[in-house]
């Protein structure tokens, strides 16, 4: 696509199954984009510490944990040629945190692709820290890799409703579907919350539900107009925006969605619906800032 010349789907590489898996998903995206590959293991100086023997000093832990990074490297390398031999592939250690070094990479890239946990994560979390981090102040959109495949499934797309901000990840969304040729499911919800309770009971649904898909529908045609192949469903429900989207990416390929929804703060770096849809997502989960288009 013109958006991504010169750009490469970046790739966040800690010897982790999880960033194994990332790396698969990415290389495969990749061929269907005709863009570049390039893995990234960070090494933090915080890192070098003479634990155990002292006098080996810094220096030697250094090179420790650069071959480290090096192995991890060269494995992500041949799973990524095991899912696309023909992708340029470019790797790289890069000293500094792993958040940091992936938001500096996010600046040049068409995606960021991490896993869902990396090393050493606690079994109780449902996703890293990094991954966190990094989905919720990146400049480009960031993939978390989760959950499973579903080759031909629709990409999901969660619309607000409000606009400007929902066209980042409409255009990340119709753009993943005319690449994969799958068909795009737009999910939007309506919520009650801010009406008078007094006033609920005589809401009509039906009326309700109509309007609200109009209002979807509104949303989506000038992008079915810039994608005519994609087919577009459209799936409204009552509150409960994370639910739906969760529910919606049991057999989906993706699901998309922006930073920030529906009464989001601006001083919150990525509002509570994505961060739940990340957690709990039966497919690999898309996160797009509301920037995002400016960048691309």
Same mark, same amino acid.
């Given at each position: 696509?013109?958006? =991504?010349?010169?750009?490469? %789907?970046?790739?966040?590489?800690?010897?982790? =199954?999880?960033?194994?898996?990332? &790396?698969?998903?990415?290389?495969?995206? !990749?061929? +269907?984009?005709?863009?570049?590959?390039?893995?990234?293991?960070?090494? @933090?100086?915080?890192?070098?510490?003479?634990?155990?023997?002292?006098?080996?000093?810094?220096?030697?832990?250094?090179?420790?944990?650069?071959?480290? !990074?090096?192995?991890?490297?060269?494995?992500?390398?041949? @799973?990524?040629?095991?899912?696309?031999?023909?992708? =340029?592939?470019?790797?790289?250690?890069? !000293?500094?945190?792993?958040?940091?070094?992936?938001?500096?990479?996010?600046?040049?890239?068409?995606?960021? #692709?991490?896993?869902?946990?990396?090393?050493?994560?606690? &079994?109780?979390?449902?996703?890293?820290?990094? !991954?966190?981090?990094?989905?919720?102040?990146?400049?480009?959109?960031?993939?978390?890799?989760?959950?499973? +495949?579903?080759?031909?499934?629709? #990409?999901?797309?969660?619309?607000?409703?409000?606009? $400007?901000?929902?066209?980042?990840?409409?255009?990340?969304? /119709?753009?993943? $579907?005319?690449?994969?040729?799958?068909?795009?499911?737009?999910?939007?919800?309506?919520?009650?919350? %801010?009406?008078?309770?007094?006033?609920?009971?005589?809401?009509?649904?039906?009326?309700?539900?109509?309007?609200?898909?109009?209002?979807?529908?509104?949303?989506?045609?000038?992008?079915?107009?810039?994608?005519?192949? %994609?087919?577009?469903?459209?799936?409204?429900? /009552?509150?409960?925006?994370?639910?739906?989207?969760?529910?919606?990416?049991?057999?989906?390929?993706?699901?998309?969605?922006?930073?920030?929804?529906?009464?989001?703060?601006?001083?919150? $770096?990525?509002?509570?619906?994505?961060?739940?849809?990340?957690?709990? @997502? $039966?497919?690999?989960?898309?996160?797009?800032?509301?920037? @995002?288009?400016?960048?691309?």
């Amino acid at each position: 696509m013109s958006s =991504d010349v010169g750009r490469a %789907v970046v790739v966040g590489v800690d010897g982790s =199954d999880s960033a194994l898996d990332a &790396t698969r998903w990415a290389a495969a995206e !990749a061929a +269907r984009r005709g863009c570049g590959l390039r893995l990234v293991a960070a090494v @933090a100086h915080t890192m070098f510490r003479p634990i155990g023997v002292p006098q080996l000093g810094q220096e030697y832990q250094r090179r420790v944990w650069e071959r480290a !990074a090096e192995e991890h490297l060269t494995a992500a390398v041949a @799973a990524a040629q095991d899912v696309a031999a023909g992708v =340029d592939v470019q790797q790289e250690v890069r !000293a500094g945190e792993a958040r940091m070094v992936l938001h500096s990479e996010s600046e040049r890239a068409a995606l960021v #692709v991490l896993g869902s946990r990396g090393r050493g994560g606690f &079994t109780g979390l449902l996703l890293g820290s990094v !991954a966190i981090s990094v989905a919720a102040g990146a400049a480009c959109p960031v993939v978390v890799v989760r959950g499973t +495949r579903a080759p031909g499934g629709p #990409v999901v797309v969660g619309v607000d409703g409000h606009g $400007a901000a929902d066209e980042p990840a409409l255009l990340l969304a /119709f753009e993943e $579907a005319a690449l994969r040729g799958a068909p795009l499911v737009a999910v939007h919800t309506w919520s009650g919350a %801010v009406l008078d309770p007094f006033l609920v009971p005589t809401l009509d649904p039906k009326a309700v539900l109509a309007e609200e898909e109009q209002l979807l529908e509104e949303r989506v045609a000038p992008w079915r107009g810039k994608y005519p192949a %994609v087919e577009v469903r459209l799936a409204v429900a /009552f509150d409960g925006a994370a639910r739906e989207l969760v529910t919606h990416s049991e057999g989906a390929g993706l699901v998309v969605v922006g930073s920030r929804g529906l009464g989001s703060f601006s001083g919150l $770096a990525m509002g509570s619906v994505s961060q739940a849809v990340l957690h709990h @997502a $039966a497919c690999p989960v898309a996160v797009v800032r509301p920037d @995002a288009a400016d960048h691309r």
